[in-house]
């Protein structure tokens, strides 16, 4: 197995998820069962990364039986779906999403997107030729320019310099940057000699975690200032 930056990458974003619901816990901000149910948000994609990492590591996501269930157009999308269900579902979890948003400056909400400058990595593989190469530029590329965008956004949020208007549309774009080329553009992928390598350990922590919860993180912002919108509006 080579070295992967995937595990402290996620590592960093879950615990940074961690310390926003515990902080406004201890802010008074929200009571004990909003906090548990962002818990349990926390822990049931890291359950399903877990799983999909043994799975993996197992040589199962290797065979062709696995590859012809087209886990492209469904692998990623899991945990963005059980996390919509829940919120749909559970008052006090949408509550306390609520106030993670509202309290937390927005200058963090848009620098932990900063780290999706390490999508560098799958760009470095498909040069030396280990990663399907259109994959790494119409997904990686995009991931990449996303997260350099991040930087400047966050220094512009931070001076007071831009809209919550500016913030919705960039955290939507932040979204579709990986949705629209993943879900337009699979057919194409999978026809890639390397596509299995997607779903080798670790990379396929990748799909199965660290892409989903970036895209989480942008919806979950966008839904709360549109929500704030529609209020004032």
Same mark, same amino acid.
């Given at each position: ?121 799958? %760009? +470095?593989? !498909?040069?030396?030729? @280990?990663? #399907? ?5 119409? =997904?990686?590329?995009?991931?990449? &320019? *996303? ?24 955290? %939507? +774009?932040? !979204?579709?940057?990986? @949705?629209? #080329? ?5 057919? =194409?992928?999978?026809?890639?000699? &390397? *596509? ?38």
């Amino acid at each position: 197995m080579q070295f992967s930056t995937l595990p402290i990458l996620i590592a960093v974003i879950f615990g940074f998820l961690w310390f926003l619901s515990r902080r406004i816990h201890r802010l008074g901000s929200i009571n004990s069962s909003q906090r548990n149910w962002l818990v349990v948000l926390l822990l049931i994609p890291l359950i399903w990364g877990g799983y999909i990492g043994y799975q993996s590591s197992v040589g199962i996501f290797a065979t062709e039986d696995f590859l012809s269930l087209l886990p492209g157009y469904w692998l990623p999308y899991v945990p963005v779906v059980i996390a919509i269900i829940l919120t749909l579902l559970v008052t006090p979890l949408r509550i306390g999403l609520r106030k993670l948003v509202d309290e937390t400056p927005y200058h963090w909400l848009t620098a932990i997107h900063g780290l999706r400058i390490l999508a560098i990595g799958t %760009l +470095i593989k !498909a040069s030396i030729g @280990v990663f #399907p190469e259109k994959f790494a530029w119409f =997904v990686g590329g995009m991931d990449l &320019l *996303f997260g350099l965008s991040a930087i400047a956004v966050t220094l512009l949020v931070h001076r007071g310099r831009l809209t919550d208007g500016f913030l919705l549309v960039w955290h %939507l +774009i932040g !979204a579709l940057v990986i @949705v629209a #080329p993943v879900a337009g553009l699979m057919h =194409v992928f999978m026809q890639e000699a &390397l *596509f299995s390598k997607l779903f080798a350990f670790p990379m396929v922590l990748a799909p199965a975690l660290v892409v989903p919860s970036f895209v989480m993180l942008n919806l979950l912002v966008a839904w709360r200032l549109l929500e704030k919108r529609m209020q004032r509006g």
